[in-house]
């Protein structure tokens, strides 16, 4: 098995590549080890000093990490990845709590706007969320009130640097552009 890895603008995250199908539908994000219970997979790279993140799409795997170094932490992800994929087991457990599909739990808009967010989640499905997941991270909608779109930011997105600039110069340009009624957009 030959599983590669690409940087991302975060740092701190690294992409993995397995050349397996990660998640057949939605992605699965976790920001601690209690929270990878979920996820034999997860729970594994969480047993490695050092990691702090794990976010699943659904052909590549994002780890983040502290301060630890990449040359020391890398070979223990990749034996880890080929160890879970090797062994037959499943990437998530039987109750897949944080596993999240399309669904459109907690989201938070008015119901007179409801065209303009079919309108933006169309635009962040097609144009920015495709465009993201090449960096090993995710954009979800989450809410619209008041011209601000709020999104969710996963994976290597989550603590990006760039990610601030990716919001206002890239995804805010481009909402404003097709939705004149969105004036800014914000991270959840």
Not at 43 to 68: E, H, M, N, P, Q
Not at 99 to 122: C, N
Not at 132 to 144: H, L, N
Request: hydrophobic residues 40%.
């Amino acid at each position: 098995m030959f599983i590669q890895t690409e940087a991302t603008p975060n740092p701190a995250t690294l992409k993995f590549l397995p050349g397996k199908i990660v998640m057949e539908k939605g992605t699965a994000d976790f920001r601690n080890a209690g929270e990878a219970d979920a996820s034999p997979l997860a729970a594994r790279l969480f047993g490695i000093d050092g990691v702090t993140g794990v976010y699943f799409g659904y052909d590549f795997i994002t780890v983040s990490k502290d301060s630890a170094e990449w040359q020391h932490l890398k070979p223990a992800i990749l034996g880890s990845i080929m160890e879970h994929f090797m062994s037959g087991q499943p990437v998530m457990g039987g109750t897949s709590a944080l596993a999240e599909d399309t669904d459109e739990d907690g989201e938070f808009y008015e119901a007179d706007d409801e065209t303009l967010v079919a309108t933006i989640k169309e635009l962040l499905e097609t144009r920015v969320r495709p465009a993201v997941a090449q960096d090993g991270g995710d954009i979800t909608f989450k809410g619209f009130r008041d011209g601000t779109v709020y999104l969710n930011m996963k994976g290597a997105c989550a603590g990006c640097p760039s990610s601030t600039a990716t919001l206002k110069h890239g995804v805010q340009n481009l909402l404003k552009h097709f939705v004149p009624e969105v004036q800014a957009v914000e991270a959840i």
